[in-house]
């Protein structure tokens, strides 16, 4: 066991670090139907798929929870390039809710929030 060790240990030295992930700069835009900006509407991306070489295969754990401005928009940190999850909440409007698969290093990603629905009853009037 220790000659398997002291053998790798050369050999991980001589291979080097293993390359960065390829990252994108993340910008969400957040609308009503209308086409009017939400502000503080929170909008939470979740890295979900995807592998660290540098960590030995474990799985990249990256999210944040992030607020809109008064423009509607909100930058996200480099995220790395695979498929994410985004979701959007705002007081009444419907929650949003997607997977992208992002391979470009720029993405704006353009979100319009519907009304909520109707409530619906089974039970007669």
Not at 47 to 55: D, L, P, T, V
């Amino acid at each position: 066991m220790r000659y398997v060790i002291f053998l790798l240990i050369p050999a991980l030295m001589i291979a080097g670090p293993a390359p960065n992930p390829k990252m994108t700069n993340l910008e969400v835009v957040v609308t009503n139907e209308s086409g009017k900006p939400l502000e503080s509407a929170s909008v939470i991306v979740k890295f979900i798929e995807g592998r660290s070489k540098i960590k030995f295969g474990a799985k990249i754990r990256e999210e944040w929870d992030l607020k809109t401005g008064p423009d509607g928009k909100v930058k996200v940190p480099p995220i790395p390039q695979g498929k994410i999850l985004i979701q959007v909440i705002d007081k009444n409007y419907q929650t949003f809710g997607q997977t992208f698969d992002i391979q470009q290093d720029e993405k704006t990603i353009e979100v319009k929030l519907k009304p909520p629905q109707p409530q619906y009853t089974s039970h007669p009037q």
